[in-house]
């Protein structure tokens, strides 16, 4: 067994472990396992990261976008795409008929919470959203440690356009607190709020969530 086959067994058992609990970049490296034998593919999923923005940029990429990716080829491109058309059938039969994808902080704060849970540090994530208020993606922005994360304003505005996102939702954890917007989430909220109406996006929210409990700084009168 070489080197690459025991880091592959040590992903996948990770993966087994964790409940898929990983970031975005090892789910990747983990799929193309199996399109790619004998190549160290941790790299590879960076690049794709690095390239198309998140997890849902690589899965929304064209097999010809994909294949620019060095080390991209025509069966890893194919599996990609095979696992978005999966995942879209699945939440398609997973959402009870005649319920729409639109984001309120009533739904979005309990998905929030569940997207949190089991993490001891600090993540913010954004959530992409229509005219409508439905939802085009979930990003990941930053990943700290249990006393804080860093969120990139530039990364913010960056995800916003390149999703043609008119309404953003922000939202982070504190892993070892309460469920309350500090004073610097306040002035750091106000931030980006009138950043994101330069380039008319409204910040829709900022939710707080520690444990099971989600505080939405929009329904606080906070934003």
């Known amino acids: 067994m070489g080197v690459h086959d025991n880091h592959r067994?040590?992903?996948?058992?990770?993966f087994s472990r964790l409940g898929g609990k990983l970031d975005d970049y090892q789910l990747i490296e983990i799929l193309l396992f199996y399109a790619i034998p004998r190549v160290d593919t941790n790299p590879i999923a960076h690049e794709l990261m690095n390239r198309f923005g998140s997890l849902r940029g690589v899965l929304d990429a064209s097999p010809e976008q994909l294949r620019t990716v060095r080390g991209?080829?025509?069966?890893?491109a194919v599996l990609i795409k095979l696992t978005q058309c999966i995942s879209s059938i699945y939440l398609e039969q997973s959402r009870p008929a005649g319920e729409a994808d639109v984001i309120d902080s009533d739904s979005v704060g309990p998905m929030m919470a569940a997207k949190f849970k089991g993490h001891s540090e600090e993540l913010a994530f954004m959530l992409c959203l229509n005219k409508t208020g439905g939802l085009i993606a979930c990003c990941q922005l930053s990943r700290g440690d249990i006393s804080g994360t860093e969120i990139s304003l530039r990364t913010v505005v960056e995800l916003a356009i390149s999703h043609a996102a008119s309404g953003v939702v922000i939202a982070h954890n504190h892993p070892s607190g309460v469920a309350l917007p500090s004073e610097a989430d306040?002035?750091?909220?106000?931030?980006?709020?009138?950043?994101?109406?330069?380039?008319?996006?409204?910040?829709v929210d900022h939710i707080i969530v520690s444990g099971d409990d989600w505080v939405s700084m929009a329904d606080s009168g906070k934003i």
């Open 72 to 76: 991209i080829g025509d069966s890893a």
């Open 186 to 203: 306040v002035a750091s909220t106000v931030t980006l709020r009138n950043l994101l109406k330069a380039i008319d996006v409204a910040l």
């Open 9 to 14: 067994e040590r992903m996948r058992s990770r």
